[in-house]
């Protein structure tokens, strides 16, 4: 491969919040932090699999003018076969 196409990915600490994890990005931080004698650039995000909504169970349905019930209501013998 050629040295020049690829990007260099850096050891990076991922924060959302009170979660962290560790991963690499070709992103760069001013914050550097030491894990197991290895510096690790600290990136901050505000929403990741921790926090995103979908994912925690807390995302609502909006219906608006019952969609969502018409869509079932018309689809439901089809659905209940799987």
Do not use: C
């Not at 990007?7 to 979660?19: A, K, Q, R």
């Not at 690790?40 to 990741?48: Q, T, Y």
């Amino acid at each position: 491969m050629k040295t020049e196409t690829h990007p260099v990915n850096n050891p990076v600490l991922f924060i959302d919040g009170e979660h962290e994890w560790v991963g690499v990005s070709t992103q760069k931080s001013g914050e550097v932090r030491n894990i197991n004698g290895l510096d690790h650039f600290v990136i901050r995000v505000e929403i990741s699999a921790f926090t995103h909504p979908f994912y925690t169970g807390q995302k609502k349905i909006v219906d608006t003018a019952g969609r969502v019930d018409k869509f079932r209501r018309r689809y439901a013998n089809q659905l209940e076969g799987r």
